[in-house]
Antibody, heavy 118, light 105 residues
Framework: QVQLQESGPGLVKPSETLSLTCTVS????????WSWIRQSPEKGLESIGF???????NYNPSLGSRVSMSIDTSKNQFSLRLSSVSAADTAIYYC????????????WGQGTLVTVSS | EVVLTQSPAILSLSPGERATLSCRAS??????LAWYQQRPGQAPRLLIY???NRATGIPARFSGSGSGTDFTLTITRLEPEDFAVYYC???????FGQGTRLELK
């Protein structure tokens, strides 16, 4: 059974870069899109983007050039970087799996709260 | 951008009753709609995909219907663990609805 686990700092200062990693266990990363989704009371659930196991990416246009993702299939990990953060980026960040060719998320990590504050 | 509107915002029911939740899309999404359940302190869990297909391990009391712009999630005979927040999500820009909170009456 595939499991996902997010890791990274829970507190980030304004204007700095948020970095999170998701570790995949119990299955292969091949043929799936590996995604980041965040949730806040203000915006609800928001898709940040995804990365295919081959490395191709697709990001939410609303985040512009602030977001980037990478993948290391040898370590069964993928990562999120969000630059120039502000209080509006405070949220629970989830990593999730999305089937190739699909759109829905069938496996989720437990989520990690990231607070942007000085 | 496709916008999903869920109704009602809050639904108050008792165990054993039937729940009917609605999700309306601002333009057609064909059958590319999923439903999720989120319990307090947990990540969302996939219930239904492609409007009417139950995900692995989801009980038969959960069913989905609809196509185009109007979709429904039905829960027959509510169990205590079903009281949670439910979200719909569509394919075209992966947006989610704002959620329906199913609460104990």
């Amino acid at each position: 059974q595939v499991q996902l686990q997010e890791s990274g700092p829970g507190l980030v200062k304004p204007s700095e870069t948020l970095s999170l990693t998701c570790t995949v266990s119990g299955g292969s990363m091949r043929s799936y899109y590996w995604s980041w989704i965040r949730q806040s009371p203000e915006k609800g659930l928001e898709s940040i983007g995804f990365i295919f196991y081959s490395g191709s990416t697709n990001y939410n246009p609303s985040l512009g050039s602030r977001v980037s993702m990478s993948i290391d299939t040898s370590k069964n990990q993928f990562s999120l970087r969000l630059s120039s953060v502000s209080a509006a980026d405070t949220a629970i960040y989830y990593c999730a799996r999305r089937k190739g060719g699909g759109y829905y998320y069938d496996v989720w990590g437990q989520g990690t709260l990231v607070t942007v504050s000085s | 951008e496709v916008v999903l509107t869920q109704s009602p915002a809050i639904l108050s029911l008792s165990p054993g009753e039937r729940a009917t939740l609605s999700c309306r899309a601002s333009q057609s999404v064909s059958n590319s709609l999923a439903w999720y359940q989120q319990r307090p302190g947990q990540a969302p869990r996939l219930l239904i995909y492609d409007a009417s297909n139950r995900a692995t391990g989801i009980p038969a009391r959960f069913s989905g219907s609809g196509s185009g712009t109007d979709f429904t999630l039905t829960i027959t005979r509510l169990e205590p663990e079903d009281f949670a927040v439910y979200y719909c999500q569509q394919r075209y820009n992966s947006t989610f609805g704002q959620g329906t909170r199913l609460e104990l009456k």
